[in-house]
């Protein structure tokens, strides 16, 4: 690891970088992963001198091979939590579509009573009827998921709809 | 030697484009900084360690939605202290700092330190610290110490550093470099654990 690079970091601390050191610390980082837990420790340098609580461990994205064998409990969160995310949304994208389909199945089953109320409306003016309903649920569907992402991010918390029955009674 | 640029905010454009690598480089920057925040409003240690991971992880989630408009770390500090009130109210307590409703805190202290909150213990600890800092300090090269002191104890930029020592920028980065480098393998022993010391004797 050359001084250059470290240095580009230390720079970078101080809010002095400049656009060759951000590329430099990005390419070290690729060829050299192992770059972050030296970074850290100039980091906690800094975090001791001003005053400030220093972490142990670096709360980075990536890991580095030596961490990854390492076994350091906070980057088992950092993983943990993604992967803990990752299910959260997967359940949640699973619920709204066990709810559309329910939604789609009972909307066809009502489908049927229009269709026995209007049997003597011409077929393009049903399947118009079917396909704008179609396009209204696909719409809910969308808004559903935009707002459990939406307030996954803001609270942390991710919101399941509850199934859709109460369009059905409307 | 070439312009410094907003580091900040070309690494979250890197970032919004899917390199996680460039969100690390903001991690490794301001993490102490949350931690401090976070601290400020939760006194449980491992909660603080906890709370300034996960802000980290929301930010990462939405940073496709952050414009610029505000600072990165303006940005990051509202979502770290976000995270922390949601923390103390799943723990069934009232969100406050200084006493007042953290709803009614416009801003808070970032010049406060540590020792103002510790236990005796944490003070004790910060107290060895920075008697052990200062004696690594004295020990440095004149130079080395000037720029390090200059930069951290007095908050100056690499330009007036270089005017007060009549240095180019170049020599002044280095020497703020080879400075923390010098204090870091010094007190590695000590910083290496401090981490976890540190934040247990905050409460």
């Known amino acids: 690891m050359s001084t250059k690079v470290n240095e580009s970091f230390s720079a970078f601390l101080d809010g002095e970088a400049t656009e060759l050191d951000i590329q430099r610390m990005l390419k070290a980082m690729e060829k050299e992963p192992s770059v972050v837990s030296h970074w850290h420790d100039l980091s906690k340098v800094q975090a001791a001198i001003q005053g400030d609580p220093v972490l ?9 091979p030596e961490q990854e064998t390492a076994s350091q409990p906070p980057r ?10 990752g299910i959260a949304a997967a359940v949640a994208a699973l619920v709204m579509t066990s709810a559309g389909l329910q939604l789609q199945v009972a909307s066809n089953d009502q489908s049927a009573v229009p269709v026995i109320a209007v049997q003597n409306q ?46 059905e009674t409307e | 030697m070439s312009e410094t640029v907003d580091a900040d905010l070309i690494l979250v454009r890197k970032a919004q484009k899917g390199d996680p690598r460039a969100f690390d480089l903001l991690v490794l920057k301001y993490q102490h900084k949350v931690a401090s925040v976070v601290s ?3 006194s449980e240690h491992d909660a603080v360690e906890d709370i ?40 069934g307590r009232k969100p406050s700092y200084r006493g007042q409703n953290l709803d009614d805190v416009t801003q808070i202290d970032m010049t406060e330190k540590l020792h103002d909150q510790d236990s005796p213990d944490g003070l004790l600890a910060r107290s060895q610290l920075e008697q052990h800092l200062q004696k690594v300090l004295a020990a440095l090269p004149e130079d080395l110490r000037v720029a390090l002191t200059l930069r951290e104890f007095e908050g100056m930029s690499y330009q007036d550093i270089s005017e007060i020592m009549s240095t180019p920028i170049g020599t002044v980065r280095s020497r703020i470099f080879r400075a923390r480098e010098a204090v870091e393998q010094e007190l590695h022993a000590v910083v290496s654990g401090l981490g976890r010391r540190d934040l247990a004797q905050m409460s």
């Open chain 1, 122 to 167: 011409t077929t393009e003016q049903v399947q118009l009827l079917t396909q704008q309903q179609y396009e209204a649920q696909q719409q809910l569907e969308r808004f559903l998921r935009e707002h459990a992402e939406q307030a996954a991010f803001t609270t942390g918390h991710v919101v399941v709809p509850a199934p859709l029955q109460w369009v």
């Open chain 2, 40 to 42: 400020k409003l939760v």
């Open chain 1, 76 to 85: 088992k969160r950092w993983r943990l939590r993604v992967f803990q995310g």
């Open chain 2, 52 to 91: 300034v991971q996960e802000s980290f992880i929301k930010a990462y989630r939405a940073i496709s939605g952050f414009r610029g408009d505000a600072q990165f770390f303006t940005w990051i500090y509202r979502i770290a202290t976000n995270t922390a009130k949601n923390h103390l109210e799943s723990m």
């Open chain 1, 56 to 64: 142990d461990q670096p709360q980075t994205l990536t890991l580095t």
